[in-house]
């Protein structure tokens, strides 16, 4: 997976439509090569970027889970944690 594409479900608060769309455009992104399309592909990137963002808001609403809904801060702690160790001089 993308490194900059962060898990969405199950926390609290739900993800909101921005972290949705920027999950979208990082996917558009990674596998159309292009981090700014052309003119020419300009109008299907976008395109592309609204309908991943759609469908995976909806994938979102219906994922079920028995799991607590797990904390933001704390698992962003987590991310900088096993960063700092992995990168550690």
């Known amino acids: 997976m993308c490194r900059n ?3 969405l479900h199950n926390f609290d608060p739900p993800a909101t439509s921005d ?3 920027a999950a979208a455009l990082q996917y558009v992104r990674k596998i159309s090569g292009f981090t700014k399309p ?3 592909n300009e109008e299907a990137f976008h395109r592309a970027v609204r309908e991943i963002a ?3 808001a ?3 609403e219906d994922l079920e889970t028995s ?3 797990k904390n933001r801060e ?3 702690a987590k991310a900088r944690a096993r960063s700092a160790q992995r ?3």
């Open 58 to 60: 909806h994938l979102l």
């Open 67 to 69: 799991a607590p809904p």
């Open 38 to 40: 052309s003119k020419a």
């Open 5 to 7: 594409i962060r898990t």
């Open 74 to 76: 704390v698992e962003a």
């Open 87 to 89: 990168f550690a001089a």
């Open 54 to 56: 759609h469908i995976s």
């Open 19 to 21: 972290e949705i769309a």
